[in-house]
């Protein structure tokens, strides 16, 4: 009995294991955002290039709850590259279905987004060598108000990866 009971946790640990690497993954961090996400609050994600050479595909990674009360989802998100150029883009992400219900993966009220980031229309090299920095913000506003939500709620975490592409 023994010997089965030994067995059978060598074979969960082991598809535990073989799950859980991700081979596609060269950089994938998340930052925990307390209770609401403020709008002047801008999460930070520093890394150095993985390869020139290379091509890429580059996410941001958002997990919500159902205290998220928009259907999308406008961020924006700059790149700062080693030396010192800045690209700044304002990106709009649908966040749920037409009949409310959240989009993303997860069994319960949390939801985890992978959003397209860089790489989708054509491959993203990263031209040059050192250190980047991605900088997340939201830029929500409710219909008809100029100001935008001064604290967004239901955000939980806000994450950034990068992968190598697909061949």
Same mark, same amino acid.
Do not use: E, F, S
């Given at each position: 009995m023994l010997r089965k009971v030994n067995g059978l946790f060598l074979v969960i640990i082991s598809c535990f294991l073989f799950t859980s690497c991700d081979s596609d993954a060269v950089f994938d961090t998340y930052k925990s955002v307390p209770d609401q996400w403020h709008k002047d609050s801008v999460a930070s994600f520093k890394f150095k290039a993985p390869d020139t050479l290379k091509n890429y #595909? =580059?996410?941001? #990674? =958002?997990? #919500?709850?159902n205290a998220y009360k928009f259907s999308n989802l406008f961020l924006i998100?700059?790149?700062?590259?080693?030396?010192?150029?800045?690209?700044?883009?304002? =990106?709009e992400y649908k966040m749920a279905a037409p009949n409310g219900e959240l989009l993303g993966t997860g069994f319960s009220d949390l939801k985890e987004n992978k959003l397209w980031f860089r790489g989708f229309n054509q491959p993203f090299k990263f031209s040059e060598e050192g250190e980047y920095t991605v900088n997340i913000q939201h830029a929500m506003r409710n219909n008809g108000v100029v100001n935008g939500v001064e604290n967004l709620q239901g955000i939980t975490d806000i994450g950034f990866r990068v992968e190598q592409a697909q061949k």
């Open positions: #595909n =580059l996410y941001v #990674n =958002l997990r #919500n709850t998100v700059d790149i700062d590259y080693p030396n010192g150029k800045v690209v700044k883009d304002t =990106l």
